[in-house]
């Protein structure tokens, strides 16, 4: 650690330091990488202009796999907590900076590695498979990882007899229970933007855009992915949009962050968000947004690449066995 670490920046999770107004932010951050062999990650979900300045975009197993390909010393992982320590497990000596401790995700807090050590004891015999949107210490108690990408993949791996947890998103587990036949018993957890996206939604937007094509993420619920014509990743979003330029319009339920590297790629084609569903005083937004990711920003990447914090640490006895079901996935997909 650079500094000592003031305890009003411990209270709120980040470097809040005062910014010179003046300043180009985005040319400071890449002197300071260049400083500090730093890299930027950025997860789809975060803002354009964090993005635009980021070595690497992408998912967070992507970005963790390629931060540990790179010779970079420090890496600052724009996204939320969980996605810091996968990159720490995956870099241990490496030095992890997440922006905003307190950027965490409605996802990985719905399974607390407490909560997961009881169920387990109630349900001897059974495999755990996690998605990756988990805490390391809910890793360390899974027998392997999955991703939106490959968990279909993965769960074939098995054996068709396997008893298996699934979690903790619920949406995902039944959507891969339904393509695989299994009877995976599943974790009642979800993301709090993908579970916001409704029928009715998307049904106005293909009524105003009868020709386009119908992509949702596969941590929405089962009413959402039935009516989509593409279901995936946000990769596998990007990868399809990218794969048919005769398609000019798209409709996507998915965290609106995804917008800016899908209209990047595909300059000459229009992406419709869905909206949330309209909330209890009537009004709703254009888009659904994860405040969590957009706690990431310019000042406090900065200021974080400065002062050197915060960093993301796992214990290493949780580090020791939460890399094994990583390992695992990689193994298999």
């Keep these: ?33 260049k400083e500090k062999d730093a ?21 967070s197993l992507a970005l963790a796999r390629k931060a540990a390909e790179t010779d970079a010393q420090v890496m600052v992982m724009c996204g939320v907590h969980f996605m810091a320590e996968t990159c720490k497990l995956l870099s241990p000596d490496k030095t992890v900076i997440c922006p905003d401790l307190k950027a965490g995700c409605s996802l990985a807090d719905s399974c607390k590695a407490e909560d997961l050590i009881k169920y387990k004891e109630e349900h001897p015999g059974y495999k755990v498979v996690s998605y990756v949107n988990t805490t390391a210490a809910v890793k360390a108690l ?58 009715e939604a998307i049904v106005k937007l293909k009524q105003k855009h009868p020709e386009a094509v119908v992509m949702a993420h596969l941590e929405c619920k089962a009413p959402v992915l039935a009516v989509a014509d593409v279901k995936g990743s946000t990769a596998t979003m990007l990868h399809y949009a990218q794969e048919h330029p005769e398609i000019k319009e798209y409709i996507i339920a998915t965290e609106a962050g995804i917008l800016h590297e899908l209209e990047r790629n595909c300059p000459n084609v229009i992406f419709y968000p869905v909206p949330p569903e309209v909330s209890e005083g009537g009004v709703g937004c254009s888009c659904n947004e994860c405040e969590y990711m957009k706690m990431n920003t ?16 796992v214990a290493p006895e949780i580090a020791k066995k939460a890399v094994k079901p990583i390992e695992k996935m990689l193994s298999l997909s």
């Excluded at 310019?298 to 640490?313: D, H, M, R, S």
């Design 1 to 33: 650690m650079n500094v000592m670490v003031k305890k009003e920046w411990i209270e709120k999770g980040c470097v809040d330091e005062p910014v010179d107004e003046a300043l180009d932010l985005k040319a400071e951050i890449r002197k300071l990488c």
């Design 39 to 59: 890299i930027i990650l950025a997860h789809y979900y975060t803002v354009g202009e964090i993005q635009d300045i980021a070595d690497f975009v992408g998912d």
């Design 142 to 199: 899974t027998d392997c990882v999955v991703t939106s990408g490959n968990a279909k993949k993965v769960i074939d791996s098995f054996p068709q007899d396997e008893k298996i947890i699934f979690g903790p998103d619920y949406n995902l587990g039944n959507y891969i229970n339904s393509v695989t036949g299994r009877n995976m018993l599943l974790w009642n957890g979800g993301c709090h933007v993908h579970e916001k996206f409704s029928v």
């Design 298 to 313: 310019l000042k406090k990447i900065y200021n974080a690449l400065k002062f050197g914090w915060p960093t993301v640490e």
